[in-house]
């Protein structure tokens, strides 16, 4: 079974995580959930970052906010593609530190990001990774996609 890591820096960053968590479920996609901090716990980043592969994670989305290193960090030890969500947080310059964190990335060393407070697009990009390779995943998101389509054209009626 295909298995995505969701970590964060810290607990406080749980609010804006749940929504990569859910929309993985929703497409029973297996979630780990960890709190690990790229400032506060660097020993446990460093494990995570080189072992997440050999425990059978394909994708790794990882939400911070403030100086927002963990996603990069993460990054520079892993061989599995990660997905950056910024977090606007109590300590954020209006989030736009936690994006640039992010964004920002030397050659070498790529994340991709999503929106600020993005996390349920990080959820569909790593579904959409892990269907490149399962079928039974990519049949998943179509589903899901006409179905946020249908959902606009149905709004539309309401006009």
Same mark, same amino acid.
């Given at each position: 079974?295909?298995?995505?890591?969701?970590?964060?820096? +810290?607990? !406080?960053? %749980? $609010?804006?995580?749940?929504?990569?968590?859910?929309?993985?479920?929703?497409? @029973?996609?297996?979630?780990? #959930?960890?709190?690990?901090?790229?400032?506060?716990?660097?020993?446990?980043?460093?494990?995570?970052?080189?072992?997440?592969?050999?425990?059978?994670?394909?994708?790794?989305?990882?939400?911070?906010?403030?100086?927002?290193?963990?996603?990069?960090?993460?990054? +520079?030890? !892993?061989? %599995? $593609?990660?997905?950056?969500?910024?977090?606007?947080?109590?300590?954020?310059? @209006?989030?736009?530190?936690? #994006?640039?964190?992010?964004?920002?990335?030397?050659?070498?060393?790529?994340?991709?990001?999503?929106?600020?407070?993005?996390?349920?697009?990080?959820?569909?990009?790593?579904?959409?990774?892990?269907?490149?390779?399962?079928?039974?995943?990519?049949?998943?998101?179509?589903?899901?996609?006409?179905?946020?389509?249908?959902?606009?054209?149905?709004?539309?009626?309401?006009?």
């Amino acid at each position: 079974m295909s298995k995505v890591g969701v970590i964060m820096g +810290s607990k !406080s960053d %749980l $609010p804006v995580m749940q929504d990569a968590i859910d929309i993985l479920k929703g497409f @029973d996609i297996e979630v780990e #959930v960890d709190i690990v901090s790229a400032h506060r716990t660097p020993e446990k980043l460093f494990d995570y970052g080189k072992n997440a592969h050999i425990r059978g994670i394909k994708v790794i989305i990882a939400g911070a906010g403030g100086a927002a290193h963990l996603p990069g960090m993460v990054a +520079s030890l !892993s061989p %599995l $593609p990660i997905i950056g969500v910024p977090v606007k947080s109590s300590n954020s310059i @209006d989030g736009w530190d936690s #994006v640039l964190s992010i964004l920002q990335m030397p050659g070498g060393v790529p994340v991709a990001t999503v929106a600020l407070n993005g996390a349920k697009n990080a959820g569909i990009l790593a579904a959409q990774i892990l269907g490149s390779s399962d079928q039974c995943v990519l049949d998943k998101i179509m589903v899901y996609k006409e179905g946020i389509k249908a959902k606009v054209i149905e709004s539309a009626k309401d006009l």
